[in-house]
């Protein structure tokens, strides 16, 4: 299977679908080939595309994948190749916005972090902020503890 790359614009969500199975999907062509169960690869006709491309390529899967990428481009126009394949990197929970309760936000940041609170206090002030970076189950817990005292927090899969 291909990895989870825009086939039209070269967005790169396979982090966001590794781990919370969004960010896009695979859509079916009228090219589209089921493999052998014994094959290895990726069936022709089967190409992934991100959630802001995904509803425009559905409505076009009764084409040849190969017709369907011109309309898209003549839609959307052309986005540059992607060079190479990165690294996936893990989700990051982000701190938006702390909220009434900043101390115990801060106290949430030197625990996660191993920060001083000079330091904490730092990464505070600069909200929004990224707290942690990991495999989601590994920050839930923060997560919980900082909606709880009324921070607003996100997960983000984009690497930047
Ligand atoms: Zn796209």
Avoid at 44 to 63: I, K, Q, T, Y
Avoid at 113 to 130: K, M, N, S, Y
Avoid at 137 to 153: D, H, I, K, N
């Amino acid at each position: 299977m291909k990895p989870a790359y825009c086939w039209l614009c070269g967005r790169d969500f396979r982090s966001e679908w590794r781990h919370a199975q969004s960010g896009g999907e695979l859509v079916r062509f009228r090219d589209y080939k089921q493999l052998p169960d014994d094959a290895v690869g990726h069936p022709p006709g089967l190409e992934w595309f991100c959630r802001e491309h995904a509803a425009a390529a559905r409505v076009l899967s009764h084409l040849d994948s190969a017709s369907a990428l011109v309309e898209l481009q003549r839609q959307f126009g052309s986005f540059p190749k992607v060079i190479e394949p990165s690294l996936i990197h893990d989700p990051s929970l982000w701190v938006v916005e702390v909220g009434p309760q900043r101390s115990r936000v801060l106290a949430v940041i030197q625990q996660a972090t191993g920060r001083t609170a000079t330091d904490a206090l730092v990464l505070l002030r600069a909200t929004p902020f990224e707290l942690v970076r990991g495999w989601p189950a590994s920050f839930q817990s923060w997560r919980v503890e900082l909606e709880s005292v009324g921070a607003r927090v996100e997960v983000r899969y984009d690497q930047a």
